[in-house]
């Protein structure tokens, strides 16, 4: 059972700057993509950003050009810089880790950290 430990977040201005991180542990096998969602009161779960073991990434449109996400594989630990914050960036903001095993992917969750960007 793969556990996904967040950091990070909390109330930023409107421009301002945050980071969040997610650790996860108790994966027999690789993990072959990390990422960050994010979910608004009354929307849906949205991806954000998320990166592969080999570094490739995928950002949502709204996100490009001011967050950044990367990775250490040594730590199983995924990073999220976020720049250039906006009122639309609030939610809760999800860690994910997909395993992948005998051809089926295997999605695991973090417990959500909330991201509050004030006017």
């Known amino acids: 059972q793969v556990q996904l430990v967040e950091s990070g977040g909390g109330l930023v201005q409107a421009g301002g700057s945050l980071g969040l991180s997610c650790a996860a542990s108790g994966s027999s096998y690789p993990i072959a993509t990390m990422g960050w969602y994010r979910q608004a009161p009354g929307k849906q779960r949205e991806l954000v950003a998320r990166?592969?073991?080999?570094?490739?990434?995928d950002y949502a449109d709204s996100v490009k050009g001011r967050f950044t996400i990367s990775r250490d594989n040594a730590k199983n630990t995924v990073y999220l810089q976020m720049n250039s914050l906006k009122p639309d960036d609030t939610g809760v903001y999800y860690c994910?880790?997909?395993?992948?095993?005998?051809?089926?992917?295997?999605?695991?969750w973090g417990q959500g950290t909330q991201v509050t960007v004030s006017t």
């Open positions: 990166i592969t073991s080999m570094s490739n990434t």
């Open positions: 994910n880790a997909a395993v992948l095993w005998l051809q089926n992917e295997y999605n695991y």
